[in-house]
């Protein structure tokens, strides 16, 4: 006999990872740069050399990517993650301390390896094991405020600086991150829902199979190997890897404003605009993935970002730069949102983990490139305009790529067979 069980334990998993994106994104990955100037004053060293910190975190974190996935199927999900949080919170209490830039190399390095598991994988993994129901909602909320939660925490941030100092900053970022994460890594967080305790996937639909053989089952879908073999996955990868490159010029976009006319204050409205619009996207794809026809909010999504960008292109006054903005925003939702969601869909649980992990370092590879390219597009041309057109270009590959692979998704065909 079928029933519908479900976990209370999902919606806590779903707290946690709200906090995980709020709260953990807001710190770790939006915050770093509002200490460019102070240190850069204190070190004596220019902006260039105190920048490189957070290059170096970003490329820190890709070859640790590759092993991810697989370590979070192995290792206890409370314990590995309180542990990556620990580290990152020891890490900002120590770099308040700090009195040369080699020393903020060097932990910053040890930051990008440390904040991959908790920050960039763990909310869709953990989300994608505790809810088979309504997952693009709980996904798109989830990771939709981490945009809300740089725009939270960057005004705080600057305000400890500025009033307390560089050093007692570090050293309350530190203190937050375990007091808003903790409790949650330590005692919510599993990895999947343990089925022979009663425990359940919310809007699980319990099957004959599953009944005769309680907490004997293995999760459906497909081995990483097989996934990394298809032509779903190759085509995955290449919308992360082009929306990456797209999402990639968001840092020149103060700088194209300014060249089309605008002042440094207009241009940091329209960046405002992208996250705004990014916090939005994400939320609503999330939710139109559960309530739609996946290829058509794809389209739709896709439609609104390249709109965004192709228009960003040719405003030169604030009002429809902003739209321009928060229109590019919004279409950021399909890689952030409904990639996961896609790869989740069209290869299921079993090596989720493992597949998201390198399609996600394959667009961090991306992004890394893009960004150093679209500046030499600038040097080239003396635009970006030529970029700008181009992630229109990016965004109708992208979307016939995402549809294509989700149509042949071999997932698919192992649910019929009963695999």
């Known amino acids: 006999m079928s029933a519908n069980k479900s976990s209370a334990r999902s919606w806590w998993v779903f707290i ?9 994104f807001g710190l770790i990955v939006n915050t770093p740069g509002l200490y460019f100037t102070t240190l850069g004053e204190v070190l ?6 105190i920048a490189l910190a957070t290059s170096i975190m970003a490329f820190a974190a890709l070859p640790a990517m590759l092993v991810a996935g697989k370590v ?3 290792v206890d999900a409370r314990i590995l993650i309180s542990v990556c949080v620990i580290g990152v919170a020891a890490l900002f209490f120590i ?5 040369a830039v080699w020393q903020f190399y060097v932990s910053f390095a040890l930051m990008g390896i440390l904040y991959v598991i908790p920050i960039t994988l763990a909310p869709s993994v953990l989300l994608a094991n505790w809810f088979e129901a309504k997952l693009g909602t709980v996904m798109g909320i989830a990771l939709g405020l981490s945009g809300i939660g740089g725009t939270i925490f960057n005004p705080v941030v600057s305000w400890f600086i500025t009033n307390l100092g560089w050093q007692n900053s570090y050293r309350i970022t530190a203190v937050i991150l375990l007091v808003c994460i903790l409790p949650f890594s330590l005692f919510v967080f599993k990895f999947r829902p343990d089925e022979s305790k009663g425990e359940y996937a919310y809007g699980h639909v319990e099957t004959k199979t599953e009944e005769s053989g309680k907490g004997d089952v293995e999760l459906p879908g497909m081995a990483a190997k097989q996934a990394f073999r298809t032509p779903t996955f190759f085509l995955f990868a290449a919308v992360s890897v082009l929306l990456q490159i797209v999402a990639a010029v968001v840092q020149h976009i103060s700088s194209h404003e300014i060249a089309q006319g605008l002042t440094l204050e207009q ?14 996207g994400k939320a609503s794809i999330g939710i139109l993935l559960d309530y739609l026809k996946p290829e058509l909010a794809i389209v739709i999504y896709s439609l609104i970002g390249l709109s965004g960008w192709g228009l960003m292109a040719v405003a030169t006054t604030p009002t429809p730069a902003i739209a321009a903005g928060f229109m590019a925003g919004i279409g950021q939702g399909v890689v952030l949102v409904a990639l996961p969601w896609f790869i989740r869909q069209s290869f299921g649980q079993r090596d989720y983990s493992e597949i998201l992990s390198i399609v996600g370092m394959l667009g961090g590879i991306a992004s890394a490139i893009a960004v150093t390219a679209h500046g030499a597009v600038f040097d080239a041309t003396g635009s970006y305009v030529p970029s700008l057109f181009g992630n229109v270009a990016l965004y109708v590959v992208a979307a016939i790529c995402m549809v294509i692979g989700f149509r042949m998704r071999p997932f698919k065909a192992i649910a019929k067979s009963g695999k």
């Not at 946690?16 to 953990?24: E, I, K, P």
């Open 72 to 74: 979070m199927k192995l």
């Open 95 to 99: 770099q308040s301390f700090f009195n």
């Open 267 to 280: 241009g940091a409205l329209v960046v405002s605009g992208i996250m705004l619009g990014a916090a939005v």
């Open 44 to 49: 004596n060293v220019s902006r260039t050399q």
């Open 16 to 24: 946690g990872c709200c906090v995980l994106s709020l709260v953990g």
